[in-house]
């Protein structure tokens, strides 16, 4: 059993300019100072309320919940007015294909709530290339392992079998906590050197080169 897990945001869609939007609009809507598009960036991929209380640390639990209320709302909203809001970034649905068709079993662990993938995956017609879906709704986000845990157990991978891919530290903790391979992809969110800081085992640059890592790491 080869397991081949994915990130979202980040790693498949670029979907920032939505996320932007929405933590913008929600600063706005509470009368909070907006923290600034980078800040943001590099919360992406932890849970909804754990990212809203690194952003905005000074403020109160109470204004934390606030802040959640109104990004959903807004995001949910941006998601109706969109048609192709969250594009895959070049290469993604060929290598999905590919990978699928080569054998290997495929899952995605990502912050977004259950509900979002949901519409990700529909909007793209991908769900049925994944067999396992971890998301923020379903226990620890990341970097606890849980997601990716879940994941193995779901298919009765084991955790040499098993790679992470994703464009962020938290991604990479997680994989190394739960004993698994973790690549990283330069296209993201956190730039190369934090990926590789994090302990990253392997770094890509066009997701069409993760094929050969991976028959090469199967060898």
């Known amino acids: ?13 670029d ?4 996320i932007l939007d929405a933590m913008q609009s929600a600063s706005r809507a509470c009368e909070i100072v907006y923290p600034g598009d980078e800040v943001v960036r590099q919360i992406v991929g932890l849970s909804l309320l754990e990212a809203i209380e690194i952003c905005y640390p000074q ?31 070049d290469g993604v649905l060929e290598t999905i294909l590919e990978l699928h068709e080569a054998g290997y079993l495929l899952g995605i662990a990502t ?13 793209h017609d991908l769900r049925d290339y994944f067999l396992t879906l971890n998301t923020a709704d379903d226990g620890p986000g990341k970097p606890h392992p849980s997601m990716l845990l879940n994941a193995m157990a779901d298919v009765g991978a084991e955790p040499e079998n098993t790679f992470m891919i994703g464009d962020t530290t938290y991604d990479i903790h997680m994989a190394l906590a739960a004993k698994v391979r973790a690549v990283g992809v330069s296209w993201g969110y956190h730039d190369r050197d934090k990926l590789i800081q994090a302990g990253a085992h392997h770094m890509l640059d066009d997701i069409l080169h993760l094929r050969k890592v991976l028959d090469e790491a199967f060898l």
């Open 1 to 13: 059993m080869k397991l081949i897990v994915f990130d979202c945001d980040g790693t498949l869609v």
């Open 59 to 89: 403020e109160t639990a109470t204004a934390h919940n606030a802040l959640k209320d109104a990004f959903i709302g807004r995001f949910q909203e941006l998601r109706l007015r969109e048609e192709d809001d969250e594009p895959l970034y």
């Open 15 to 18: 979907g920032q300019h939505l």
């Open 111 to 123: 912050g977004k709530s259950r509900r979002g993938l949901d519409v990700t995956l529909k909007n």
